[in-house]
């Protein structure tokens, strides 16, 4: 089975979340969306609502699979037997970025990371300028899926 790890905080989960993972799906037989624990990092949205956001978004989509990991990211892999992760690029600053972490996951693990070009009209969207928005009192539902709307208001 080709397994991928789409890995995030997805605090909240974001329209531009969704584009990547629904182009990765013809490629691989299951993409896990893991949920990075991290205690030192202060959330917008609990842990419980993360994975109702993304269990809700993809509830009809058979391949996914959503769970919640402690520690690095490759060992979660490793432990589903996971071979890629998957990642979105926005922009060069986020392909930067990236690359070092692919890299360096691919000479510690072997496990390969595959990077999307975010599609037209979705690069702007990040889960940080959602949370200023809400924070703000903007409307931000035109970046994220009816799920998190729904909570927020």
């Known amino acids: 089975m080709k ?3 789409f890995p ?15 182009r990765g799906l013809p490629l691989f037989d299951e993409i ?27 509830k009809d989509e058979p391949k996914i699979k959503v769970m919640t990991y402690k ?9 589903q037997n996971a071979g890629f992760i998957l990642r979105g690029l926005r922009n060069a600053i ?3 970025f990236e690359k070092s972490i692919g890299q360096t ?15 037209s009209g979705k690069s702007h969207i ?14 931000y539902h035109f970046m994220v899926p009816d799920v998190v709307s729904r ?3």
């Open 3 to 5: 397994t991928a790890v």
């Open 8 to 22: 995030g905080s997805f605090d909240p989960i974001t329209l531009g979340h969704v584009d990547i993972i629904n």
């Open 32 to 58: 896990i969306l893991a949920i990075g624990i991290n205690s030192d990092k202060k959330y917008m949205f609990s842990l419980e609502d993360r994975l109702r956001f993304l269990e809700e978004t993809f």
């Open 71 to 79: 520690g690095m990211t490759v060992d979660f892999c490793r432990e």
């Open 94 to 96: 986020d392909l930067e």
């Open 105 to 119: 996951n691919f000479k510690m693990s072997g496990v390969e990371t595959l990077f999307f070009i975010t599609s």
């Open 126 to 139: 990040s889960s940080t300028v959602v949370r200023d928005v809400i924070r703000n009192g903007g409307d």
């Open 151 to 153: 909570n927020k208001d």
